[in-house]
Every structure is written in structure tokens, then in C-alpha cells.
């Protein structure tokens, strides 16, 4: 018999705000964090605007020595890490039986760009000797989760996913898994990315996938508006605890929603393109519906991946149909990255976390920027101001290059 799972804990570092409370009132206020980049000097390129944390020290979450040996979004885990813990009412790091049915699933859809980029310069300019030792455990994807592991005495799985911008939702989906399975009993799991550097951003550019309103970089990222430009690259991490719904009701823990129910599948069809007939996405979410034993009808919110390309939007709105039939017509879709960007490996786990912020306060952050619906996208995107409405159950979208899609499902407990 498959296990209960209850979201217990979140934590968000985003370009609108760090830590839960300041992420969600700005989402609920439809602020935007897209702004001019600061990381370096991008005076000289295509696209000189980005969605960047602000007033992140690294040093205020852990010590000297370790901020200077990880990557930016390893530091970015590390301290949302904490800030989940806490949320779940964890205060130190487990032991015993405990900690051996504890784990961690924290992705990154790139991994350590920023310090791949500078420490190949001192390579070339001061020679191999001067290369740091800690390079390679600084910039590999899975050290986020070893990290985490580390710090807080977690002997269950440690693992970590790396699937473009579905990485976050995968994470969140297998550490489910696991504990739906009896494998563990607590995951914390989501993802972290920071890759605005300038090769991130080159190439990204050069991929044509960003937007390239740097006139006006607040108003350049518009999921499903008629004069989408493509996405907005941001930074940051979002993450969730997961637990055995029977053992956070014994320990008196918070619960923000269950995890319902999780879908992959694969377009097969294109290296970044969604398939022409948005079937890869429609796919993932039935298959998301069916392992959640719900009906479609049961579902009053979609957290869409809204990335504001022109072909993207209009084929998840397709594929939304499609899934949904004629119910579509009663759904309510945000996206969260009209605000945020598109925080690529971090995105759904940032978005998995708005989700059951959504279903715990009954309230539904607005799509800003979309001042005319383009063509085919015909939904209620909830353009203009937050709404207050019961979500029974809620569906988050999430698909990356490869052709790799992800949905997860959650509901109220």
C-alpha cells in the first residue's frame, strides 16, 4: 500500500525576495525581480537583463571557507536548506533511526557555470598549479545534496537529478517516490541554479531563447501575452521537505499539502523545441492525474512552466486542453516566472513550493505582463491582481531541452 506524503517544510531564495515570506508577498503583489545584470559587465551583449538575487550573502548561512569553495548554487541549497528545516520545525541535524530514513534530492539543471568559467581563466592565465583542489566537489551537480546531507546527518538516499528545467520537479517527484514507497521517511528535495555569468548568458543568447527587451527589463518576461520574446534567465533555489503523512501528524508538523501524484514522459521529438502538438506535455499530465487517483475535474489551479516563448505558451495552453478537456475552461493558470524568470534547474522547485502555498492560503499570485493573451492562448492566466478561491487540487508543469517533461499533483490534506 502506498505511503501518504505531506509538504511540511519550504524554503525559497528568488529574484523577488529570500526566504518564504518575502518570495510570496512579492508574488502576491505582483512585483517583478527582472532588473539590469549586475553579476558582470554585460554592456557588450545581445541581452543585458536578468532575474538576479538581491542582497544574498553567503556568508550570513554559512562559514567563510565554504562560501569561498562551492558554487553560487551550491551556496544558494545551503541556504534554503536551512530555511526548510526550520520551516518544518527541525532545528538540529538527526540521528539515529531517524536520520537513516532521511534524505535529500536537490538538482541543478547546470551545475557550477560561474566557477567552471573563472577557474578555467586561472587556468589559462596562472597554470594548472594554481587550480584550487576544491574545484571539482565545488561545481558538480550532486554536491548541493551531499552538502545538505552532510549538515544535517542524512543516511537515506542522497541523490540528485539534472534534467534542464525539469530538474526541480524531478527532484521533488522521485524523493516522493521513495517515501510513497517506504524507502524514507523525510526528503528534502527541489533545485538550485546560478548561471548568470557570461557564458550562461552567451549562450543562452546565442540559442535565441531570450528575450531581448532590454528597454524595459520588468516588462520582458510576459507568459502568453501576444509580444512574448522569449524567456528571462533568473537565479535561485526552492525546496521542500517531504514526509510520511502519518509521521508529521505524530510530531504535530505544519502540513501546506499532500503530494498527490507525479508523471514524466518525453517529447522524442526535438533538442529544445516542445513537440508541435504539444502531446509530451499533455502526456505528463494525465500521467501526473492518473498516479494521483484523481479526476481532472477534481483540479482548480495549474502552476504552468509559462516561459514566455512564443512557441511554448501556446502549446502548453494546447496540451492544458487537451489533458483537461472541457474543464480547462473552469481552470485557473499563473505563471510564476512573469515575475521571476525562468530559474532553469531551480524553476520547479520554486514553483512546486508557490503550489502549496497556493492550496495552504487559498490565494493565487497573478500572471503580470500580459496586457493582450497571444494567439491560441485562451486560458484564465489571472492577469492583473492576486485572487483569494479553495484549491481542492493544484498541477504544476515543468519541461526542459531533451524533450524531458515533469508534472507533479497536490492537493489539500
Same mark, same amino acid.
Given at each position: ?109 547546470? +551545475? ?55 530538474? +526541480? ?33 552567451? +549562450? ?9 527587451? =532590454? ?12 509580444? /512574448? ?73 495549474? =502552476? ?9 505558451? /501556446? ?53 503580470? =505582463? ?21 484549491? /481542492? ?11 524531458? =517533461? ?8
Amino acid at each position: 500500500m502506498k505511503r501518504r506524503v505531506a509538504v511540511t517544510g519550504v524554503g525559497l531564495i528568488t529574484p523577488v525576495g529570500i526566504g518564504k515570506d518575502a518570495t510570496w508577498s512579492a508574488l502576491l503583489a505582483g512585483q517583478s525581480g527582472v532588473g539590469p545584470i549586475s553579476h558582470f559587465d554585460a554592456s557588450d551583449y545581445a541581452v543585458r537583463f536578468a532575474a538576479e538575487v538581491e542582497g544574498f550573502t553567503a556568508t550570513d548561512w554559512m562559514s567563510r571557507q565554504q562560501a569561498r569553495r562551492f558554487d553560487r548554487f551550491i551556496q544558494l541549497a545551503l541556504a534554503t536548506a536551512k530555511m526548510t528545516f526550520a520551516d518544518a520545525g527541525i532545528e538540529k541535524p538527526l540521528e539515529g533511526e531517524e536520520a537513516l530514513r532521511a534524505g535529500t534530492m536537490i538538482g541543478s539543471g547546470i +551545475g557550477g557555470l560561474p566557477m567552471i568559467e573563472s577557474t578555467h581563466a586561472t587556468l589559462l592565465e596562472r597554470g594548472p598549479a594554481k587550480v584550487t583542489p576544491f574545484f571539482i566537489p565545488g561545481v558538480i551537480v550532486n554536491l548541493a545534496s551531499g552538502l545538505v546531507s552532510i549538515e544535517w546527518g542524512l543516511q537515506g538516499p542522497n541523490s540528485a537529478t539534472c534534467t534542464a528545467c525539469s530538474t +526541480g520537479t524531478h527532484a521533488i517527484g522521485e524523493a516522493f517516490r521513495l517515501i510513497q514507497s517506504g524507502k524514507a521517511d523525510r526528503m528534502i528535495c527541489g533545485g538550485a541554479e546560478a548561471v548568470i555569468c557570461p557564458l550562461g548568458v552567451a +549562450g543562452f543568447a546565442a540559442m535565441k531563447a531570450l528575450s531581448t527587451r =532590454n528597454d524595459d527589463p520588468q516588462a520582458a518576461s510576459r507568459p502568453f501575452d501576444k509580444d /512574448r520574446d522569449g524567456f528571462v534567465i533568473g537565479e535561485g533555489c526552492g525546496l521542500l521537505m517531504l514526509e510520511d503523512l502519518d509521521t508529521a501528524r505524530e510530531r504535530g508538523a505544519r502540513l501546506y499539502a499532500e503530494m498527490l501524484g507525479y508523471g514524466m514522459s518525453a517529447d522524442a521529438y526535438h533538442v529544445s523545441a516542445p513537440h508541435e502538438t504539444g502531446d509530451g506535455a499533455r502526456r505528463v499530465m494525465l500521467n501526473a492525474l492518473e498516479d494521483s487517483g484523481l479526476s481532472s475535474d477534481t483540479v482548480d489551479y495549474v =502552476n504552468a512552466h509559462g516561459t514566455s516563448t512564443p512557441l511554448g505558451d /501556446r502549446l502548453e495552453t494546447e496540451a492544458i486542453h487537451q489533458a483537461f478537456g472541457e474543464h480547462a475552461k473552469k481552470l485557473v493558470v499563473t505563471s510564476t516566472k512573469s515575475m521571476i524568470g525562468h530559474l532553469l534547474g531551480a524553476a520547479g522547485g520554486v514553483e512546486a513550493v508557490v503550489t502549496a502555498l497556493s492550496i495552504a492560503e487559498g490565494k493565487l499570485h497573478p500572471t503580470i =505582463n500580459l496586457d493582450e493573451p497571444g494567439e491560441g492562448c485562451d486560458l484564465d492566466y489571472a492577469p492583473g491582481d492576486a485572487r483569494e478561491m479553495p484549491i /481542492r487540487a493544484a498541477l504544476t508543469n515543468s519541461f526542459g531541452f531533451g524533450g524531458t =517533461n515533469a508534472a507533479l499533483v497536490l492537493g489539500k490534506v
